[in-house]
C-alpha cells in the first residue's frame, strides 16, 4: 500500500490520507488533517488544527506556540489491547519543567502525574487546578479527545490513561551514571548541551537524549527487547563499577588480544546481547519494565557508563528504526542529512562494530580462557598518559 506525503499551503486545508502509512503536514492554516488507515504521522503547524489519525497505530506532533490543537481520536490501545496512538510531549512534561512548576508552588512527584494532573479538565494548557504554570511548562495547547459520546459530545481522554508508552513523558529513572564534565551523573539528569566525557575527543555537547519506555507487558510482547544486565565487575578489572542495564543490542567496547584473533581488531564494538556466555552477563532475570536512555553527539563516541566504556547512539539505519516516530522527528531536525536518501551516508562508527558471530565467537573464547573483556581500567591508563 502507497504511504502518501501530503503537505498544506498558508490557507485553511484539508488533508485526507488513505489506506497507507501518511504523513501529513498542515501548514500555517486552520487545518483538519485525516490520516485514515494505517500508522500516520500527523503534524498540524501553526494554527488551530484538528486532526483526526484515524485507524492504526497514529503519532502527533505538539510544538510550543503553534496553535490551539485538538486531537478527536487518541486512544490508548487498540482492538487487541496492544497499540495505540503516540504523542510525544516531554518538550513540555519533563524533569526540568516539573521542578520550575514545583519552585512556583507544585507539589508534583513526578513529571507524569504532573501532566496527568494537567489533562484531568481536558486541556493541556499549563493550567493545574487553577494556578497557571504556563510559563514554567511551555507553550502547549491541546485538547486530547478519545471519540464523541452518544450525543455527538467529545470525550476527553482520562489524564490516568496518558502514559509512559503514549507520550514518551519519563519519570522512572533508571540512575545509570554517566562521566560528565561535573562528575558521574545519573542519565536521566543529562540534558541536550551537557558535556560529557568522551574517550576520543574529551568533553562533548550532548546533541539530543531521549528515552523510550517498556512495560512488563512490552517485554513480554517482544522478548527480545529484554535488558541484558552487566553486573559489577563482569567486564573484568572491577568494571563496571555497579551493575550496568542496557538494551541487548546496546554495545560495549571490548579490549583485548583476543579480539584481535578473532576480529582483526584490539578494540571493537560488541552488542550485549553476544556477551551473555560470560560470567555475570546476562539476560536481565526480574523480566520488569525498563526505560531506555538515548544519547547522540556530533559524530559516534565511546563514553562511561558506570565506569564502563560503551557507545552513544549509533545512527545507522537500523538504529534509527529502533528509535520512536517521535525520536526520529526530533533528530530529523538536527540532522536532517540522516533522512534524506540522496544525501544520507553511513556514518563512521567510533570503533569497528562486531558482527553477531564475532561478537559471540569472542566471547566464547574470553570464556573458555577466563579472560577480562577489557585490558584495565581506562582510567588508569589516561592518568598514565597524562603524565607523560
Known sequence: VKANVITGNDGNNLLKGQKGTDTLIGGKGADSLEGGEGADKLFGGAGNDFMSGGDGMDSFAEVAGDGSD??????????????GDFIDLSAFYNKDTLAAVNKAGGTFSD??????????DGHLDGVIDGNNYSDQIGEVDLYLNSGVDAQGNAVAVK??????????????????????????????????????????????????????????????????????????????????????????????????????????ETEILIGAKFLTQI???????????????????????????????????????????????????????????????????????????????????????????????VVRDHRVRQSHQDRA
Open 159 to 264: 489524564g490516568d490513561d496518558l502514559t509512559y508508552k503514549n507520550t514518551a513523558v519519563v519519570c522512572f529513572a533508571k540512575g545509570t551514571l554517566l562521566r560528565t564534565v561535573t562528575g558521574d551523573k545519573p542519565i536521566e539528569q543529562v540534558t541536550s548541551g551537557d558535556l560529557v566525557w568522551t574517550q576520543d575527543a574529551g568533553y562533548q555537547p550532548v546533541r539530543w537524549i531521549g528515552s523510550r519506555y517498556l512495560s512488563t507487558q512490552d517485554l513480554e510482547d517482544h522478548p527480545k527487547l529484554t535488558p541484558i544486565r552487566i553486573r559489577a565487575g563482569a567486564l573484568g578489572c572491577g568494571l563496571p563499577k555497579r551493575d550496568l542495564v542496557v538494551s541487548p543490542q546496546h554495545r560495549m567496547l571490548v579490549q583485548s588480544q583476543l579480539s584481535d584473533s578473532s576480529a582483526q
Open 279 to 373: 560470567e555475570g552477563i546476562e539476560v536481565e532475570p526480574n523480566g520488569r519494565d525498563v526505560t531506555y536512555f538515548h544519547m547522540l553527539f556530533d559524530c559516534h563516541q565511546v563514553v562511561e557508563a558506570e565506569g564502563a566504556l560503551s557507545e552513544s547512539l549509533f545512527t545507522g539505519q537500523e538504529a534509527l528504526k529502533s528509535l520512536s516516530p517521535a525520536a526520529r522527528m526530533e533528530i530529523a531536525v538536527l540532522f536532517p542529512e540522516l533522512f534524506q536518501p540522496d544525501l544520507y551516508h553511513r556514518p563512521e562508527p567510533a570503533r569497528p562494530l562486531a558482527t553477531g558471530a564475532e561478537g559471540r565467537d569472542i566471547a566464547e573464547r574470553h570464556s573458555n580462557e577466563n579472560t577480562s573483556l
Open 70 to 83: 485538538t486531537i478527536s481520536d487518541f486512544t490508548e490501545a487498540n482492538a487487541d489491547g496492544k497499540y
Open 111 to 120: 513529571a507524569l502525574a504532573m501532566m496527568q494532573k494537567d489533562q484531568e
